[in-house]
């Protein structure tokens, strides 16, 4: 979904609205997206050491148990110099979002769900001809392109 120096820009923008915990920016980009994309630990840990060895960005209270990081100046550089790319992941992760609140509608879950059940239950059947999956592939070939040209 994200490379690794999409994610750094995430962490940079997110410290630069507040101090954070990584669970913290985990739950940033979670939100952004509607919980459609959450980026592991192993990719936000790793990123944040390595904006920290950048000196992007820096530890807020070396001493606390859980690390909370705060933005640089360095930090605020890159994020300005980057800023279209910003508005670009923004953009991506705030789609997200709109699919989730689009899928989730009544009628769409309702018509998602007959077709599942209609495909399990055909597909389930031994036996099944290689002239009808050929007509289950151009029924879904068909409805795909409805859906992609409506």
């Known amino acids: 979904m994200l490379d690794a120096s ?3 820009l995430l962490l ?4 630069s609205i507040n ?5 913290e920016l985990i739950k940033a980009v979670e939100d952004l997206s509607k919980g459609e994309y959450s980026p592991s630990p192993g990719i936000i840990y790793p990123n944040l050491q390595l904006l920290e060895e950048m000196e992007y960005i820096a530890v807020v209270d070396a001493l606390a148990t859980r690390k909370a990081y705060r933005l640089e100046a360095k930090g605020e550089e890159q994020l300005q110099q980057h800023a279209q790319g910003l508005t670009a992941i923004i953009q991506r992760l705030s789609t997200l979002a709109v699919l989730v609140n689009n899928r989730s509608l ?6 998602i769900h007959n077709m599942k059940t209609a495909l399990n239950f055909r597909l389930s059947q031994e036996g099944i001809s290689q002239e009808t999956l050929f007509a289950i592939v151009d029924a879904l070939d068909d409805a795909a392109k409805k859906i992609e040209r409506s």
């Open 12 to 15: 940079l923008h997110f410290l």
């Open 106 to 111: 009544p009628d769409v879950e309702r018509a």
């Open 19 to 23: 101090p954070a915990h990584g669970y």
């Open 6 to 8: 999409d994610i750094r």
